[in-house]
Structures are given as C-alpha cells and as structure tokens.
C-alpha cells in the first residue's frame, strides 16, 4: 500500500515529544545534556527518536545557539593503543554531557596538524584537545584570537600555565631510569620516537640523561636511536644500537610499541633478554603484559586522563575560564625484561 505525505514527511522535535509524552524542551535537553534528565525520562524520548527516524538538524541549531556541541581532538596517530584508550574515555565522558567528537591524525606532522585545527575550527569546534605542547606559536595564538578552549593532554610542563592534564614525561622516565640504573646498568642505549617535534618523546630521552647525571654517569655517553613508532622500526633501531655500542646492557624505548620490535630484535640475534641485556618501554598498554618477557614499562593513567580531559573540556566551554594545568601520576611496572647486572 502506498504511504501518504504524512508518513513520508521528516519527523520534527514535536513529533518526539508527542510520542514521548513530554514536551519539547525535555527532549531538547535529553539531546543536548542528557545528565540533566531522569533515566526513564531519557530511555523513553530516546526510543521516540529511535522509533521516528528522527535526527536533529545541528547546522541550524548551532547558527541559533552559536555551538556545534562538538568538540575536536588532533592526535598524533591512530595506529597506537596508547591514544585509543585515552580517547575512548574522553569520548564517553562527552557523550555524557551531548557533545560529539571529532577526531583527525597528524601523523607526527606539524603542519598537518596546523591545518587540521584550522580545519575543526573552520568546521565549528566548540572546543579542541591536542596532544602535546609542541606547536608553533601562531597556532596558539590562532585559537586564542578565536576564543575557542583548548586543552593540551598527555603532556604536563612544570612552569607552562596553558590548561593541560597529563604527566611529566621527563620526571617519568628519569624515574624508570634510576631503577634501571640502580639495577647495575651503565651502558645504557635509547631508542626513541623523533624528539624534534615531540615534546613527550624529548622529555623521556632527557629523564635518562638527567638520571644518568646524578649516578655521576656523563650522559652524552647515552646512545640515542631516534626512529618513527612502530615494532619492525623498534627492530631495526635495536640492531642499530647493539652494533653501534656492542657493550650495552639495557636499552630503554620511549614507548612499549618500540620496546616490543627490540624484543623481537633480541631474540633474533639469539641474545637472551633479560640475561644479556635488559629492554624497558613507556606507557604500559596491554602487549606489555602478553610480550616474552613481560616488559617493564612505565605505566600510564590513560583512561583517567581522557575521561577527566572531558570534564575540564567541559568546565572550559561552560565558563571560558582556563583551567589549571593538571599533573596526574605514573608508576613503575618491574616485569622481568629487566634484570640486575651486579
């Protein structure tokens, strides 16, 4: 049977409200703040829009509001786990509040990234998360000349008072060396993501050397190997390491994914890890657990941080107010990739 005009015609906000027995303004604020609704309220105005096709139209409603309820983020890569599980709790923290995320990768391309905030704004972006503090100054003052919020994450600088939750990357790994360290190891090798453009990379390599100075060990002896994220180039730079200083004991990565590729390198070689020399990664994601050995790594808060990421997202687009910067903790994860050279 052929459907009449009626039927085909798009459901409107009064056609959910009608269906849901509430008025329109509940089933605006179920759309927009669905926190602020009671649980049954919300469940029924949600199967109304379920039930009637209904989709709001959000180009008309942010020119009327002068918001998108969107929110941007610009992450270095989707390839690693490390930004997945901290985006995945910033994207539900968000949802909680109505907001949709939209998320873009720079591939550790500074300039791509320009583009690509310039481009979330352009697109409306209530608010923006980036990765980091390393960015060019314009940039910044960009977004400030916009007033659009922005939150630097993964990354915390004692003394930078931009809105920022992360953890002290230099601090960290200074911390994971000195247990290294205090395990015998000397002849120390780094391999590490490029630190030109990466303040989180740079700051781990600089922990080591700070750790190494106060053992009284000159830290320009420290190898570094400097090679994009990823588990054959963690490979290659190990193989790069042991032939360039043959004598090293352990090798200390900037990340589990490199560590995971020296490990596979090790046991190529036939060197025995932790017998022969000792591997240690940075952010604790699960292969750090499943590796042979388990890695000693230094563990990352990474839902923590997403989900309060959000919350100070928030806070920053409800009152405009810069946030302090927030410093959350790591902790060390002794596994057995790491052994006593005494």
């Not at 901290?86 to 995320?101: D, N, S």
């Amino acid at each position: 049977m052929a459907q009449n005009g009626s039927d085909n015609a798009v459901p409107t906000l009064a056609d959910v409200a009608k269906r849901a027995n509430v008025s329109t303004a509940t089933v605006s604020r179920c759309l927009n703040s669905p926190d602020q609704v009671v649980g049954d309220t919300r469940e029924r105005v949600m199967k109304a829009v379920r039930d009637l096709g209904y989709a709001p139209n959000f180009n008309a409603r942010a020119l009327a509001a002068k918001q998108s309820n969107t929110v941007g983020a610009v992450i270095p890569t989707m390839e690693n786990a490390v930004f997945a599980r901290g985006l995945q709790a910033f994207q539900e923290e968000l949802v909680r509040h109505g907001k949709t995320l939209l998320v873009a990768s720079s591939a550790y391309d500074e300039k791509l990234e320009d583009e690509q905030v310039r481009a979330l704004v352009a697109r409306g972006a209530d608010a923006l998360l980036l990765i980091g503090y390393d960015r060019s100054p314009d940039l910044y003052a960009f977004l400030a000349k916009r007033q659009v919020p922005t939150l630097v994450s993964w990354s915390y600088a004692e003394g930078d008072e931009k809105p920022a939750i992360g953890f002290d990357n230099r601090y960290a790994m200074a911390e994971l060396a000195r247990v290294v360290i205090g395990h015998g190891h000397r002849n120390i090798a780094c391999i590490s993501a490029p630190t030109a453009s990466n303040d989180r990379a740079r700051g781990r390599v600089q922990g080591i050397r700070d750790a190494l100075a106060e053992a009284g060990v000159d830290p320009a002896r420290l190898l570094v190997i400097e090679t994009p994220y990823g588990i054959e180039n963690g490979e290659t730079a190990f193989r790069q390491a042991m032939a360039a200083a043959p004598g090293t004991t352990a090798v200390m990565c900037v990340n589990d994914v490199l560590a995971i590729g020296a490990l596979r390198a090790a046991r190529e070689m036939g060197l025995s890890v932790p017998g022969d020399v000792s591997v240690t990664g940075f952010d604790d994601i699960e292969i750090a657990l499943l590796a042979e050995p388990a890695l000693t790594t230094v563990h990352v808060p990474h839902r923590e941080m997403g989900r309060r990421a959000a919350g100070l997202i928030i806070q920053m687009m409800r009152h405009g107010e810069a946030e302090k910067p927030v410093r959350l903790p790591t902790d060390i994860r002794l596994r057995q990739s790491l052994a006593s050279r005494r």
